[in-house]
DNA sequence: CGATCCCGCCACATT
DNA sequence: AATGTGGCGGGATCG
């Protein structure tokens, strides 16, 4: 045989193939062969062969080139298309020298006969996917390599991606443990927790970059201390090897990308990963500055882990289109949950140690990113509450203005923001790109859901990204942001474009009725609050500025120049919390998505977040404020921009403005407690802090909320204000007022409900959802009651209003609730508008209290007013507690506390 | 022409 | 120094 394939081989053009034949000639000479193949290849034949090829030689000897012959065929065949495979074989046999080229070419083994992706399904094939436990199987890389006809270095590259998910562990020199699938699940499960400790939260940052941005950057800068944390995500690996195994050498980066690249799949949404949007990713973390040829590397790299994954069939070749053009992907097609798996995003503590297994260098990576992670998650929860380290810190450092924290931050932090930038951007660009487009790929779904897609679960923050991204360049965001939440997101998407113009129009984008779809609002960003005008015209453009303002308070915490500290904080916590929050929550959030669709692009998350079920999801517990935060985000969007995408995108940028804003006084809480306009009803829930004040449409009142929030925490405003529950607000009513009380028509919600997003938006709006944060107090209730009286229109409100009154003090779901009811029937008015109202109403009410509870109960069942009474009671409580959110929580529920 | 990715040089680690 | 590992990127193929 040897001799026929020489012939062959050697007449035509020596070909790489050939080589392998070679060695088999070789292997005629077992002198060399050692068993460790040597370099030698040089040996006597001009053909470098591969030393490899002796030891094939050897190995085969029992069972030769036939075999490898005949595996190779085997393996091929299945797996390409070609009859290519074929004729070699028959070549081998058959043929003659003659044969010579076609044969020859045809034996050559095309590129795709040797592709990685190809060894590695020979090379799995000859163990089984479920060992038994007690047998160990030790794989010899020399012996595999030299069967597989391949170089030993191909033989690592598989290996390595297989032993970053324990598939196989290196247990000497050329030796390797076949553990097969067994634990394969655990590891993804690690892997995912650890994911989404990290990457949720760059993810986040992509996403929602501002917050993570601002959050990373105040803490880095603030606090060089968490840089360490910060690193976490990033380079979570790496430190920690080293010092612990003292990894030395770059070391396997392989092994590591390759655990990252699966962690991506398993934090997106979506679970499809763009080849480019994963080197970058990973070119971040890795630190350096990423060139291009870096990236390219980074590619081919993944190409390589790709290969092997796509052989294990954990993922599949996809490719998503996108406004530019079409983009290579991948999509996760492996095990998705994971039983035990702990759902909880955030919590996790996967430090323990995600890879059972792992020898090496495995670190993992987990631990480090874990940390930091679950801190952001916190703060995110709660901004006031865990704020920990961003306000605190800021408070005492410089709060001066936010912008300039910001840059200076970015400045600092430099490489992080810078990276983060990049990415966020290039994030952006995707998701925008990515929702725009469609999936096309087999796989995907064309489906473009818009909000779906993207690809990463972060995009869905892209507002943050703006946010991060305008912020430090200056902001301008803060248009869309005046758009509101809606517009907001999208500006952070920005790419999308989304809407950039929505902001007072987003409404009318979603075209959605809900909203009042012209309703502008204005958002004060306020520190707390959010000044919704309602009119229902457009005020917006008036409403624009103040908006820009915030803006531009966003990114700095304009507004008092006093509360800096605490705003930046609260910016940072803000930021921090909602990102974080959503990252907790994104994953559920995802894993919904996902569900949902495959969109390839990224965005979804937040959908679903309007929908109530979010709300509800999220309820409880800290988790919650996470959840609502991205709830939040979407629901902000949603209002405007029905999709998902954008809203979500825009969110958060919307929330950190508006934080911002300055207004005041309380606005420092507000940044806190954002409050949000929710339109949808999604945001009910969660909205932070701030109160909305929303006027009707049509009526030009305008309301005020304020915050109440965190009046603890908080900023020193609230206390005052939220001394008591209330406090602060305050409420203009005009007719808009009376809004309010209309916003309870949100309620009307009530027969939609919550739901209704689309529509809600305007209830969304309305929703602020304060609740969240915490603020304490409810407070508005006061409002509310002020309102009824104007309202008088509402007669059929009165009643409730007196409910109201007490209500009030109940967190917010009671308000809304209450005021639903009123409205509904009274209010009136608009109904549109009312909706929207509702939630300003209830928003009114109490931000804090709100949040939780709001969602679910709110939305959902604006009637049950006994619980306004309840929450009466709450909020009395409430007001005393500070942490807003649990409360909240409470409230819905009925008195918590 | 961009997407893939094979191939193997070469550096670093280990023995 | 030999050998094990594996980073890395040129450049060939594929589509």
Redesign the pocket.
Same mark, same amino acid.
């Given at each position: 045989e040897n001799i026929f394939d020489r012939s062959r081989m050697a007449p035509k053009t020596p070909i790489?193939n050939e080589p392998v034949d070679l060695s088999k000639q070789k292997g005629c000479t077992p002198e060399r062969s050692p068993i460790?193949?040597?370099k030698l290849a040089d040996r006597p034949q001009p053909d470098p062969w591969?030393p490899t090829a002796n030891l094939k030689m050897l190995v085969s000897a029992a069972s030769p080139d036939m075999r490898d012959r005949e595996k190779k065929k085997e393996l091929f065949r299945p797996i390409e298309n070609n009859e290519q495979s074929n004729t070699p074989d028959s070549l081998q046999y058959d043929m003659v020298d003659d044969n010579t080229v076609d044969e020859f070419e045809k034996q050559r083994p095309?590129?795709?006969q040797?592709?990685?992706?190809l060894l590695c399904q020979k090379f799995l094939a000859r163990y089984p996917s479920y060992p038994l436990s007690t047998e160990k199987t030790t794989i010899s890389?020399d012996e595999v390599a030299s069967i597989l006809g391949?170089?030993? @270095? =191909?033989i /690592?590259d598989i290996? #390595?991606v297989l032993e970053s998910l324990h598939l196989v562990s290196?247990v000497?020199?050329?030796?390797y443990c076949w553990h097969g699938r067994h634990n394969l699940n655990q590891t993804l499960k690690t892997l995912q927790e650890a994911g989404e400790l990290q990457y949720g939260e760059l993810m986040a940052l992509f996403q929602h970059k501002e917050q993570d941005w601002e959050y990373k950057f105040g803490e880095q800068k603030k606090e060089t201390i968490p840089e360490s944390q910060d690193r976490p995500l990033l380079d979570f690996p790496e430190p920690d090897c080293t010092s612990a195994s003292a990894s030395?050498?770059?070391?396997?980066?392989?092994?590591i990308m390759s655990q990252k690249f699966v962690m991506l799949f398993l934090v997106s949404k979506t679970k499809i990963v763009t080849?480019d949007i994963a080197a970058k990713i990973l070119i971040e973390e890795t630190q350096d500055t990423a060139d291009h040829?870096?990236f390219?590397?980074k590619? @081919? =790299?993944l /190409?390589?882990i790709? #290969?092997v994954l796509t052989s294990l069939d954990l993922i599949k070749?996809v490719?998503v289109t996108e406004e530019r053009g079409r983009?290579?992907a991948f999509k996760w097609i492996g095990p998705v949950d994971f039983p035990g798996k702990t759902d909880e995003p955030k919590g996790h503590s996967p430090m323990s140690n995600p890879l059972p297994g792992m020898q090496r260098g495995a670190c993992a990576p987990y631990q480090i990113q874990a940390t930091g992670k679950q801190r952001f998650t916190r703060h995110a929860s709660f901004n006031v509450a865990q704020p920990c380290e961003g306000s605190r810190r800021k408070v005492s450092s410089e709060p001066s203005s936010p912008h300039q924290k910001r840059q200076a931050c970015i400045v600092n932090s430099d490489e992080h923001c810078s990276k983060m930038i990049n990415l966020a951007a290039v994030c952006r660009q995707k998701i925008a790109e990515d929702t725009r487009t469609c999936a096309t790929e087999t796989t995907l779904n064309p489906g473009k859901n818009p909000g779906t897609t993207s690809p990463l679960s972060f995009l869905p923050v892209p507002g943050d990204f703006d946010f991060c991204v305008n912020t430090l360049p200056q902001a301008v965001l803060p248009v869309v942001q005046a758009g509101v939440p809606s517009i907001s997101l999208q500006n952070g998407v920005s790419s999308q474009t989304l809407h950039s113009s929505m902001p007072a129009t987003s409404k009318t984008e979603n075209g959605k009725p809900t909203l009042l779809p012209n309703q502008p609002f204005l958002c004060f960003p306020s520190s707390s609050l959010f000044m919704l005008c309602g009119d229902l015209q457009e005020n917006n453009l008036r409403e624009t500025p103040p908006t820009t303002e915030d803006v531009g308070n966003k990114s700095a915490e304009a507004p008092a120049a006093v509360l800096p500290a605490a705003c930046q904080k609260h910016s940072s916590h803000k930021c921090a919390s909602p990102s974080a929050p959503a990252d907790d929550e994104e994953p559920a959030a995802k894993r919904q998505a996902m569900e949902q669709g495959d969109v390839p692009l990224s965005l979804v998350v937040p959908k679903k977040s309007f929908e109530s079920p979010k709300a509800e999801s999220t309820p409880g517990s800290g988790c919650t404020s996470a959840v609502h935060l991205e709830a939040f985000h979407l629901d902000l969007a949603s209002p405007t921009a029905p999709l998902a995408a954008d809203k979500d995108c825009t969110r958060p940028l919307d929330s950190q403005e508006q934080e911002k804003c300055p207004q005041n006084k309380d606005l420092d809480e507000p940044s806190p407690g954002k409050e949000h306009i929710c339109k949808e009803n999604a945001s009910q829930p969660f909205l932070p802090q701030y109160i909305y004040v929303q006027p009707t449409a049509g009526l030009s009142s305008c309301n005020f909320l304020f915050p109440a929030k965190q009046a603890p925490s908080a900023i020193s405003l609230t206390a005052s204000q939220l001394p008591s529950l209330s406090v602060p607000c305050v409420m203009v009513p005009s007719a808009a007022l009376a809004s309010f009380p209309l916003v309870c028509s949100a309620t009307i919600a009530s027969p939609v409900s919550p739901v209704s997003d689309g529509s809600f938006t305007a209830a969304a709006s309305m929703n602020f959802s304060m609740s969240s944060l915490a603020s304490t107090t409810p407070v508005f209730v006061g409002t509310t009651a002020m309102v009824a009286p104007k309202v008088p229109p509402a007669p059929s409100v009165d009643h409730q209003q007196p409910t109201h009154s007490t209500l009030h003090l109940s967190p917010v779901l009671a308000r809304s609730c209450t005021a639903v009811k009123l409205d509904s029937p009274v209010c009136m008015g608009h109904p549109v508008t009312l909706l929207k109202l509702q939630q300003p109403s209830s928003a009114p009410l109490t931000p804090k209290s709100i949040r939780p509870a709001c969602h679910e109960a709110f939305f959902k069942t604006p009637g049950s007013l006994g619980d306004p009474l309840a929450w009466k009671k709450n909020e009395g409580t409430q007001t005393r507690n500070a942490s807003s959110v649990q409360r909240r929580l409470e409230i819905s529920s009925t008195s918590p506390d």
């Open positions: 790489k460790t193949p040597v591969t095309s590129r795709k040797k592709s990685l992706g890389l391949v170089e030993r @270095r =191909r /690592y290996v #390595n290196h000497a020199k050329n030796q030395s050498r770059k070391d396997k980066s392989l092994r080849l040829s870096k390219k590397t590619v @081919r =790299r /190409y390589d790709a #290969n070749k490719h983009k290579p």
